[in-house]
């Protein structure tokens, strides 16, 4: 009778271990995710109140965030989502879309039940954090966004003429952005992609069509988002200084840090740095937030 009440117990155990049946094991160690149509990859490790981590453009959370991960998840539980044709989550025939990436990512905070949530961007993911905050507020406790932007780098003449380029003009412009990437996106991309290399060419593509977004987030919106958020960037990143403050400004409870000689790559190249910012802001009473 014992043993039968162990077996029955075991059972029961390896059947609460198993993934849902929106759920399924992935090859690289988390979970994918059936979400709104997609299947993501999500990560988790470490123990504790929960941060969320949202990728930049082209990279994914491995390669994104591999500076910050073992840093928080030594007090913190560290989630992180690979966006839709991103890394380990497979890819449909959908644009990319900022707006949908946010909804895909409330949809997972949802699943998890973690929310409200501290959220970390880098870059996109920083656009969807700012999107994810103004139309999810009630998932986000508070924001952390860097190198985000709110508009196209470009005239809204170019933008247009963009658009009547031909497949082949399209094609030449990604196969020169894929040249101007560090050699890594590539090879860290094919390596972990589930449609293998050839999907490389497709996935730029999207990425290059999403970067071409005339408005990310406008600042009408920003001064919507009522939470702590943290404006990060370097002093030499790919969005300006006046554009950066201009978010900044928008926020009703932003706070402004600029990390010195540093790009784009904050959270890579100023680690050190990066990391104590966020630890010190996520950490920060609220009733002591400093508004305006």
């Not at 059972?11 to 979400?35: K, N, R, T, V, Y």
């Not at 973690?114 to 969807?128: C, E, F, Q, Y």
């Not at 196209?152 to 020169?176: G, N």
Request: charged residues 20%.
């Amino acid at each position: 009778m014992r043993a039968t009440s162990l077996m029955i117990l075991g059972i029961a155990c390896a059947l609460a271990a198993m993934p849902s049946s929106a759920q399924e094991a992935s090859d690289a160690g988390g979970l994918l995710h059936e979400i709104r149509g997609a299947r993501l990859h999500v990560e988790s490790v470490g123990s504790g109140a929960p941060i969320l981590f949202l990728h930049g453009g082209v990279v994914y959370f491995d390669s994104n965030f591999a500076m910050q991960r073992s840093y928080f998840a030594s007090f913190r539980k560290v989630i992180g989502i690979d966006q839709r044709g991103h890394g380990h989550s497979p890819d449909d025939d959908r644009p990319f879309s900022y707006r949908e990436m946010a909804e895909d990512t409330a949809a997972v905070i949802e699943q998890l039940g973690i929310g409200p949530v501290d959220v970390i961007g880098h870059s996109d993911g920083g656009n969807v954090g700012l999107i994810l905050a103004r139309y999810h507020p009630r998932l986000v406790r508070r924001l952390v966004v860097s190198g985000a932007n709110i508009r196209a780098d470009l005239p809204a003449d170019e933008l247009e003429r963009r658009k009547t380029w031909s497949t082949q003009q399209v094609a030449e412009r990604v196969h020169k952005l894929s040249d101007s990437l560090p050699p890594r996106f590539r090879t860290d991309y094919e390596k972990v992609n589930p449609a293998g290399p050839q999907q490389w060419w497709p996935f730029l593509t999207k990425s290059y069509q999403l970067w071409l977004t005339p408005v990310v987030i406008d600042t009408a919106e920003l001064k919507q988002i009522r939470i702590p958020v943290l404006v990060m960037a370097g002093d030499h990143d790919f969005t300006s200084i006046e554009e950066t403050l201009e978010i900044y400004r928008s926020l009703p409870q932003g706070q402004l840090f600029i990390l010195p000689g540093t790009g784009h790559g904050t959270m890579q190249d100023r680690p050190e740095l990066a990391n104590l910012a966020i630890r010190e802001f996520l950490e920060h009473p609220d009733s002591d937030n400093p508004g305006h």
